[in-house]
Nanobody, 123 residues
C-alpha cells in the first residue's frame, strides 16, 4: 500500500489545515487508517484513526474538539481536518494504514504501511 500525504504547511496560531492521504492500491484489505505525528525529540503519537469496516473513529484527547478524521471511500482518501491550531501541534504528520489490525486508538506497532510525512508548523 502506498500512502501519499499532502496539505501540510505553515499556519498561524488559531488557523486551520486539512491533511489528505491518498492510498493505493485500494484492493488490499485495509482494517484501519490513522494519522500520527512526531515533533522533534518526541515519540511518534497517534492523533486520530478510523476503522475501515464500520467507520468508527478515534481522536486523541490532546486534539479532541479541534481535529476531525474522515475517509472518502470513493476518492480512496483519508483526511485530517485541523482547526484552532496551536504551536504544540507543530510536527511531522504521517498517514498510516494497517492490513493486520483494526487498531484504534492507533499504535505505531500495529500499522504496517506509512506515508512519507507532511510538515505542519504553527507559528
Amino acid at each position: 500500500v502506498q500512502l501519499v500525504e499532502s496539505g501540510g504547511g505553515l499556519v498561524p496560531i488559531g488557523g486551520s489545515l486539512t491533511l489528505s492521504c491518498a492510498a493505493s492500491p485500494y484492493t488490499i484489505r485495509t482494517y484501519a487508517m490513522a494519522w500520527f505525528r512526531q515533533a522533534p525529540g518526541k515519540e511518534r503519537e497517534g492523533v486520530a484513526g478510523i476503522q475501515v469496516s464500520n467507520g468508527m473513529t478515534y481522536v486523541a484527547d490532546s486534539v479532541k474538539g479541534r481535529f476531525t478524521v474522515s475517509r472518502d471511500n470513493a476518492k480512496k482518501t483519508l483526511y485530517l481536518q485541523m482547526n484552532t491550531l496551536k504551536p504544540e501541534d507543530t510536527a511531522m504528520y504521517y498517514c498510516a494504514a494497517s492490513t493486520l489490525f483494526a487498531c484504534i486508538p492507533p499504535r505505531t506497532d500495529r500499522y504496517n504501511y506509512w506515508g512519507q510525512g507532511t510538515q505542519v508548523t504553527v507559528s
